[in-house]
Structure formats: structure tokens, C-alpha cells
């Protein structure tokens, strides 16, 4: 098992507790650009789901997952931040269960559905690009 913890579904009581906490409409701005955003939840919880962190992929900067994971370790101090690193493929394979993926948008190589724009395609994952978290909560 991770120590990012086992993958399980979340309860309905809990997902709406954490949308209505975590995923409203919101101004962002990337570049002196104002979007309005709304997070998308993962409605799958990794080990209790009590460390709440975002995910937000380089390519749809703005847009980000909130997702529930193991409150143990602190994965934020300095000797955690590389083993969340090496756990961010659990969390990858989670969010394109949940929402799809659009790997080779960027590379020339197109997917089956044609050109996607990665802002028109979310909340799906680009796998072949990296990512920034921080912690929610």
C-alpha cells in the first residue's frame, strides 16, 4: 500500500461538505488574467482523507482537483515533499478514472477525439505534463 493511503470512495455526505468548502466559483488570475474557476473534487479519499491538498496541472494553470489525502505523514515538510512526489501517480490514475485523459495534446501525437484544448477539456488529465500542490487545509 501508498502512504499516500488506499484508494476508496468517499461518502455523499463528505463529498458535499468538502465541494461546498473547497469547489466554489472563484476569481483567479494567471498572468495579470482574470478567470473565474471552479475546483473540481475527487470524489475518491486516499488513507482517512483528512490532508486536503490541490492539484493543478501546468497546462490548465487556474484549474485545479481538491483531493483527500492520508493525514500522515506531514507531506509538506521538507523530508515528505519527495515521497508526495513519487505517490502522484496513485493520485493521477484516480483523476483519469474519474474525469478521462487528453495525454498527447502537446506532443503533435492526437488523440481519437481529434485536437483537444486542454481549458475546453477539463476537468480530463494531461498525463504527459507536470504539476504543482499545495495543501488546502
Same mark, same amino acid.
Given at each position: 500500500?501508498? $502512504? /499516500?493511503?488506499?484508494?476508496?470512495?468517499?461518502?455523499?455526505?463528505?463529498?458535499?461538505?468538502?465541494?461546498?468548502?473547497? *469547489? =466554489? =466559483?472563484?476569481?483567479?488570475?494567471? @498572468?495579470?488574467?482574470?478567470? /473565474?474557476?471552479?475546483?473540481?473534487?475527487?470524489? /475518491?479519499? &486516499?488513507? !482517512?482523507? +483528512?490532508?486536503?491538498?490541490?492539484?493543478?496541472?501546468?497546462?490548465?494553470?487556474? #484549474?485545479?482537483?481538491?483531493?483527500?489525502?492520508?493525514?500522515?505523514?506531514? @507531506? &509538506?515538510?521538507?523530508? *515528505?515533499?519527495? $515521497?508526495? #512526489?513519487?505517490?502522484? !501517480?496513485? /493520485?493521477?490514475?484516480?483523476?483519469?478514472?474519474? &474525469?478521462?485523459?487528453? $495525454?498527447?495534446? #502537446?506532443?503533435? !501525437?492526437?488523440?481519437? +477525439?481529434?485536437?483537444?484544448?486542454? &481549458?475546453?477539456? @477539463?476537468?480530463?488529465?494531461?498525463? !504527459?505534463?507536470? *504539476?504543482?500542490? @499545495?495543501?488546502?487545509?
Amino acid at each position: 500500500m501508498s $502512504t /499516500i493511503g488506499k484508494a476508496i470512495q468517499m461518502s455523499r455526505n463528505r463529498v458535499r461538505y468538502l465541494r461546498q468548502r473547497y *469547489c =466554489r =466559483r472563484q476569481a483567479n488570475y494567471l @498572468w495579470s488574467q482574470k478567470r /473565474i474557476i471552479k475546483p473540481v473534487l475527487l470524489p /475518491i479519499q &486516499f488513507g !482517512d482523507g +483528512r490532508q486536503i491538498i490541490a492539484v493543478r496541472q501546468i497546462t490548465t494553470r487556474t #484549474h485545479h482537483y481538491v483531493i483527500a489525502i492520508n493525514s500522515k505523514p506531514d @507531506w &509538506f515538510t521538507r523530508e *515528505c515533499k519527495d $515521497t508526495l #512526489h513519487d505517490q502522484m !501517480d496513485a /493520485i493521477y490514475a484516480e483523476i483519469e478514472e474519474q &474525469f478521462g485523459d487528453i $495525454t498527447g495534446w #502537446h506532443t503533435g !501525437d492526437e488523440p481519437e +477525439r481529434g485536437k483537444c484544448d486542454p &481549458f475546453k477539456e @477539463w476537468p480530463a488529465i494531461c498525463l !504527459d505534463i507536470g *504539476c504543482e500542490w @499545495w495543501r488546502l487545509n
